[in-house]
């Protein structure tokens, strides 16, 4: 069926003349409202008002316009029914075979500073809308067009079908039609909504990609949302399912720095992490800590990665590398790994506001944990304060354990990790696993700050730590025994600041 006729009425103007243009070309009467009608009239374009097609003038400050059954009716009348093709001539109803539509701009009004309720709720689109509904729903007729992403797209089609387009490009635009005013509903819903107890949690993404697999290969798994907006990927093999989870672990953790740091992770966890003036220094940092579990790791650095540190890092096998950006040297090193993936990181980006996980019958969503408290901000509980070294130590372990999976145990110095204990169910054994790994380092724990995610339930965990060498310590504190495990430190002479805030991660 070739299209004869399309009404066209968009905020978004991108590709909107050419677009025009072409339909013109194909012989295609164009209808229009208000600004979109200028814009094609300035451009050269025969173009007719809706009002002037339906008989009946805007009213309500363009509240209504193209609410009417000459629209509709030319919208939603079945061609291969009589009966509607009787019922629409007699009522001298002509058909509209494409509809050009993107809606107000309602979501970039919202996020707007100072905005207000009324303007807000001009903002909400209620022709556009109904348009684009009528249109998808008779797409076995009717092309529906909702983003200028897809001009093209139709343009091929009518200059290869002789100003038709194909059921199965009609089906998919109409598809798309309502995922958009499914997404644009549910953000006027939410702004409504908002702190009246009537908003529902909604979670409304574009898939990104499809992955190979999930978790494990049997499982089937998509991405979805804006990814690549953060992160662009340069080399190796397309990402999986586990390799997005660590890189977004990874990006997490060094946002916490701002000095040149470079952090190894495995399985979302910190297996090393190290400051230092320059990249190259930080990474033997970050590596010193443990040298077995980087083996197919993730790599992160919060500086441009050169040459020098390429090598250093390409003597291990890893799955991923990020960085800010990378030398051409340092890229000739790496991609010489044809599998190693490399991702260049677009600055680092705020964290999700909110964390999603699944559960029986639902999800559960909690505020993302952002708290960025520092040992200054902690209460000072024993008879010893830090140094000024215990003090860097604390905070450099504080920043770290928030990222380990609980329990968790991190011994730190003032510019490194040096022992990690992760996801034990008791934490004396998360301090045991974390003393172990330093020895199997070869690191001295002597001097060491601990830093635990959580209170220690009893003094063990501590009095297990003040053996290994740790002189200082940091946790949230909160437990019945914290006079016990204050106590056991005063005892040690082990200094210990109490945070008051607590970061598991489950």
């Given at each position: 069926m070739k299209i004869q006729r399309a009404l066209?009425?968009?905020?978004?103007?991108?590709?909107?003349?050419?677009?025009?243009?072409?339909?013109?070309?194909?012989?295609?009467?164009?209808l229009s409202t208000g600004g979109t009608a200028k814009v094609l009239r300035e451009a050269g374009l025969p173009v007719k008002d809706v009002s002037e097609h339906t008989g009946f003038p805007e009213m309500l400050d363009g509240r209504v316009k193209t609410l009417h059954p000459m629209i509709h009716g030319g919208l939603l009348f079945r061609r291969d029914l009589p009966a509607h093709v009787?019922?629409?001539?007699?009522?001298?109803?002509?058909?509209?075979d494409l509809v050009v539509v993107n809606l107000y701009a309602f979501s970039a009004t919202v996020a707007r500073e100072g905005v207000t309720r009324e303007e807000a709720i001009e903002n909400i689109d209620i022709g556009g809308p109904s348009m684009l509904r009528s249109a998808a729903k008779n797409h076995a007729a009717v092309t529906v067009v909702c983003d200028p992403a897809d001009y093209d797209t139709v343009a091929r089609e009518m200059q290869s079908g002789g100003g038709a387009t194909t059921l199965e490009l009609r089906a998919r635009l109409a598809a798309k039609v309502f995922d958009v005013t499914a997404s644009y509903d549910s953000a006027i819903a939410d702004y409504l909504g908002a702190g009246s107890g009537a908003a529902s949690f909604r979670c409304d993404l574009p898939l990104a990609a499809a992955l190979r697999y999930g978790e494990n290969p049997h499982q089937t798994a998509g991405l979805y949302g804006r990814f690549s907006e953060h992160l662009e990927q340069l080399h190796g093999k397309e990402l999986s399912y586990n390799n997005i989870l660590d890189i977004t672990a990874a990006v997490d953790l060094i946002g916490e720095f701002a000095e040149p740091t470079v952090a190894i992770l495995k399985h979302t966890n910190p297996c090393g992490v190290g400051s230092a003036g320059d990249l190259r220094a930080a990474w033997d940092h970050a590596l010193a800590t443990d040298r077995q579990a980087p083996f197919g790791g993730i790599i992160i650095g919060n500086r441009p990665l050169d040459e020098a540190l390429a090598a250093a890092i390409a003597e291990i096998f890893s799955e991923v590398i990020i960085a800010p950006d990378f030398t051409p040297a340092a890229l000739a090193v790496l991609q010489k790994k044809k599998n190693l993936r490399?991702?260049?990181?677009?600055?680092?980006?705020?964290p999700a506001p909110r964390d999603v996980r699944s559960v029986i019958g639902?999800?559960?969503?909690?505020?993302?944990?952002?708290?960025?408290?520092?040992?200054?901000d902690g209460r000072l509980v024993t008879r010893r304060a830090p140094t000024d070294a215990e003090r860097r130590a604390m905070d450099f372990g504080w920043k770290v354990v928030k990222h380990v999976k609980s329990n968790a145990i991190v011994f730190a110095g003032p510019d490194r990790t040096l022992g990690i204990g992760a996801g034990q169910m008791s934490r004396v054994d998360s301090v045991r696993i974390a003393v172990w790994k330093a020895g199997e380092a070869g690191l001295s724990l002597a001097g060491s700050a601990v830093a635990s995610d959580a209170f220690f339930p009893f003094p063990d965990g501590l009095v297990s730590a003040a053996a290994a060498g740790a002189t200082a310590a940091i946790q949230p504190g909160g437990s019945v025994r914290d006079d016990e495990v204050i106590q056991a430190a005063d005892e040690r002479d082990l200094a210990m600041i109490l945070t008051g805030k607590r970061h598991f991660r489950h």
């Open positions: 066209l009425s968009v905020t978004d103007k991108t590709g909107l003349v050419d677009f025009a243009r072409g339909l013109h070309g194909h012989g295609v009467e164009l009787a019922e629409a001539a007699a009522h001298g109803i002509e058909p509209v490399l991702m260049r990181l677009r600055g680092v980006p705020s639902g999800f559960l969503v909690q505020d993302h944990d952002m708290s960025g408290e520092s040992a200054s």
